[in-house]
């Protein structure tokens, strides 16, 4: 039996692979897709959603449902230099009219959050990848729903590892701090995959030239042109490599033995200042699990398998 999820995400272009690899697994049965604002602004977020399913084209078309457009708190920072203008890089997808790959939710990202996890109770797995302005929303809204969820994958946060925004926080985290705390503090059965795994599993212009570019599928056409790879000078545009944050939260979920966690309970710093989105572990308050070791050539082999 595959194992149901759904997936909250801020389409960029990292999330844009962990959705590609999320439906091509037979592990796994994804129900619905919600947007969040975060590396760009939530029309955007939403417009890459549609636009990822329409590549993917699933057997199942999954529910989608927009959700917050800024953070609980404070004001929305995007990520343009990173994910391009649109959040997808340079690659270019039409949206045919007429022909939709999902069924639309028209209540917000939430409610559609804590209504599928009521419809599969202790069976449905949230892959969250952006920043979790929508899981504290259904914390608020219906806690009992937010409790059948079977368990929370989080992309997010630095613990040993240095951030990505400041030398201390990391984007997903960054972004909207206070909702962080509330799902950290919330008891449910949280997973964190952060920075500290996520800086171990990256592309390299060598594993696209030796197992992307051959491979001359759509989806690993859409890598290349997603993440600015030049075949020709073999170098992705002004970055060296490009870290798989999102489809490692992915592959936790479909194989957690490839990654290795520690349990230990954490703190957000939600104060504005030099440590604003800081996560560091605590005595007190429920414990998660902790993800701090990969097995990078299992999940790199995992993640290429996705793109046939
Ligand atoms: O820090 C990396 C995370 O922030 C990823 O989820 C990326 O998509 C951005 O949302
Ligand atoms: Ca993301």
Known sequence: MAKKVMIDCDVGVDDALALILAFQSPELAVEAVTGVNGNVPLDNVFTNIQKILSLIQPKKRPLIARGAAQPLKGHALYAHSVHGKTGLGEAKIDLKKGEEWWTLFTGPAHELITKTARQYPGELTLIAVGPL?????????????????????????????????TPYAEFNIYVDPLAAKMVFESGLPITLVPLDATHQVFLTPRWMDEQVSPLHTPFSNFVIEATNYNIETHRFKNRENIFLHDPLAVGA??????????????????KEGEYYGKISETEEGPKINVCLGVDVERFLKLFVSGLK
């Open 133 to 165: 302005t929508n899981l504290a929303l259904g914390l608020q809204n219906d806690l009992e729903g937010m409790k059948k969820l079977k368990g929370v994958v989080i992309m997010g946060g630095a613990i040993r590892a240095g951030g990505n925004v």
């Open 253 to 270: 979920v479909i194989d957690q033995t490839l990654v290795k966690t520690e349990r230990f309970s954490l703190q957000v710093e939600t």
